[in-house]
């Protein structure tokens, strides 16, 4: 079976949901931005999710992706990428 591609950026993009993933304090936690543009008009502007817990943001964020069929890119700059989601991949 192909494992899930997602593509790594420095910052969120427009027409993608952003799975923005960090760590405070030892303490890795995810947010997701969702911009109005990937909503079919359901958004009249973005909204940006609380901070939670990173497989709580992962799980969110592939089935708002699912429901509204937008792509996730992932800002991850402290690797808190877990290996099992799938593999993370950067346009070059």
Known sequence: MARNRFE????????????????????????ILCPAGVTAGRLKESVTSAEMGVVEAFRSAIRLANEIKAPIVVVDPDRVWKEEWGDLYREQ
């Open 8 to 31: 790594q950026v420095d910052e969120p993009q427009e027409d993608a949901i952003t799975l923005s993933l960090t760590a405070r304090d030892g303490e890795p936690f995810g947010t």
